[in-house]
């Protein structure tokens, strides 16, 4: 895709797993055997919780109505018996952080099991974004242990599984985990121990590893799966569904661990992709080559425009990974806002020192800062860059175009501020003066509120019209101002971002996913 996206978010998330720019989701599974809350907490492990919270979102799908999937109605259906467990709302809630205007939990749900599954040696599974958060909880159609193997079969085939993709799936599933006594005690038993407070009893012997030998154990009778050799034989369904094809498919995966990886890729991205029919995914979401992070155009108190943020550079080459970032050219180029371009439209772009991390190859940032002269403004820029000063540039053009920018309407951040008491948001922002007509001015607020009977936060958007207020550092630009309450019933939960919009001269100029507003109006600023 090309930027600016309403996918930016998730990309981030999807592309850096460490360091400066960090997504922040891998850190919650990193390493795979990790404990969830930091670790805190220890025999659980987070990436088991969150693939087996996914499955049961998903398991609300029926083929035939093309309702339920991964819609995360699973907020609302965390009290069931079927999704017994404190990882539901444990998951849920570290989910909350990454919830933005473009990011559902679903699509949080999604890509927490892609990265969680690459970080613990697993398939690269293909991600694509695009879900919808459901409005209240789907039918009860998690499968449950103590069922018998039809009834097994018959909810794959209403989620559009067979019986050896049925197979598969749980093997894949079980390949991570175990079930735990504390929410089983009918099927483990006298696995409590202060380490292991929840009695986790694992299904292989490798639960921190996407591999194979959830089968190699299974086929060769050294298994220990609580659900397929259990004390209790009313609630070995892994052992009914591993043997329901005569045991082909299982064996298939035993001597073969690149089919099962292969299998298991293909599997889950069905699982992840089952979604209400009414909602359209988007096309395959992978790292840009390059792209803006955190970039802002804002008007500096001298009346010019100030360009800052970072270009993230992301490579899988082997000139890549040997990169040395302060060694790296890399030189952002601009067109003046009537698309003109000029030797002087130049600066070069600092490496972050800090470094990053991918799952995907290797991610470098690169910090920009420069004062543009408001007269002339800007409409797009290019970056040329390479890997060291001998290799030749790559021109970064987004596609052909360059990257877009607007300096039609700038958010003004160091104004905007909070009224902690009041519960009333105040935004700032300019608008240029020579557009001609200018009409619509207004600001969409996008944040969060609590939901009734869900652990999830809902997104929503407050619209408040810009009124023109005295007062801007610049004759070009006319300041606007708006502010509105929340009626004190936004969160701190999710991700917060601010769009301003106006229509001038007959055209819309957008100033999208602008950051939080942490400033408390009652404090004055601080110059
Ligand atoms: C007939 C189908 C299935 C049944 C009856 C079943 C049953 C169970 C049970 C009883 C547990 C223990 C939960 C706990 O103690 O927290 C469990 C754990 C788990 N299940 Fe399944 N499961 C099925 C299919 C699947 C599928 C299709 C997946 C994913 C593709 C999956 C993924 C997991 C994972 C990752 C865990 C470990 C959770 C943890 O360690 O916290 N399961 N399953």
Same mark, same amino acid.
């Given at each position: 895709y090309v930027w600016p996206s309403p996918y930016d978010l998730l990309e981030d998330q999807y592309t850096v797993s460490s360091g400066f720019g960090d997504g922040g989701i891998v850190d919650g599974v990193d390493p795979c055997s990790l404990g969830p809350i930091g670790g805190r907490?220890? *025999?659980?492990?987070a990436a088991a919780e969150w693939l087996r919270l996914a499955y049961h979102d998903t398991a609300t799908h029926d083929i035939e109505t093309? $309702? *339920? *999937? $991964?819609?995360?109605?699973i907020g609302f259906e965390t009290g069931r018996q079927q999704n017994v467990g404190r990882g539901m709302n444990d998951s849920l809630v570290f989910f909350g952080a990454f919830q933005s205007r473009n990011s559902s939990m679903a699509d949080v749900i999604a890509l927490s099991v892609i990265l969680a599954i690459k970080n613990c040696g697993g398939p690269s599974i293909p991600f694509r974004a695009g879900r919808i958060d459901a409005e209240s909880a789907g039918p009860e159609t998690v499968p449950e242990p103590q069922q018998d193997l039809e009834s097994h079969a018959s909810s794959f085939a209403h989620q559009g599984f067979n019986v050896t993709e049925m197979i598969g799936l749980v093997a894949c599933g079980h390949t991570m985990g175990g079930v735990h006594q504390v929410d089983f005690p009918f099927t483990v038993q006298n696995a409590i121990s202060s380490s292991n407070p929840d009695g986790m009893a694992h299904f292989d012997d490798s639960f921190d590893s996407f591999d194979n030998h959830i089968a190699t154990q299974w086929i060769d009778g050294t298994t220990a799966n609580p659900l397929a050799t259990g004390f209790n034989t009313t609630t070995n369904s892994d052992a009914r569904i591993f043997a329901a094809d005569g045991n082909k498919t299982m064996r298939a995966f035993a001597q073969n661990p690149n089919l099962f990886s292969a299998q298991c890729g293909s599997l889950l991205e069905r699982m992840l992709n089952t979604v209400p029919r009414t909602v359209q995914l988007s096309e395959v979401i992978e790292p840009l080559p390059l792209k803006p992070y955190q970039l802002s155009l804002n008007m500096a108190s001298n009346g010019s425009l100030m360009l800052s943020g970072y270009i993230r550079i992301f490579g899988t080459s082997v000139e890549a990974a040997a990169a040395t970032p302060a060694a790296m050219p890399v030189s952002l180029n601009w067109k003046d806002r009537n698309g003109q371009t000029n030797v002087a439209y130049s600066t070069s772009a600092a490496a972050v020192s800090q470094t990053s991390a991918s799952l995907w190859g290797s991610v470098r940032f690169f910090e920009i800062n420069v004062a543009i002269d408001a007269y002339l403004g800007i409409s797009s820029f290019v970056v040329d860059w390479a890997y060291s000063s001998q290799l030749p540039l790559t021109h970064s053009d987004n596609g052909g175009d360059g990257f877009p920018l607007q300096d039609v309407i700038l958010n003004v951040p160091e104004k905007s501020c909070k009224d902690f008491s009041q519960h009333t948001v105040t935004v700032y922002g300019v608008i240029r003066t020579d557009m001609g007509p200018i009409s619509n001015p207004y600001v969409d607020y996008n944040s969060n509120v609590n939901q009734e009977g869900n652990i999830v936060v809902k997104q929503v958007t407050t619209r408040a019209a810009l009124a023109r207020v005295d007062g801007s550092a610049s004759p070009l630009y006319d300041t606007y101002s708006a502010t509105f309450t929340d009626g004190g019933q936004f969160t701190d939960e999710g991700v917060v971002t601010l769009d301003l919009v106006v229509d001038a001269g007959g055209k819309r100029y957008v100033s999208a996913k602008n950051p939080e507003i942490f400033r408390n109006c009652r404090v004055p600023v601080v110059r």
């Open positions: 907490i220890p *025999g659980r492990q093309g $309702l *339920g *999937g $991964l819609d995360a109605s």
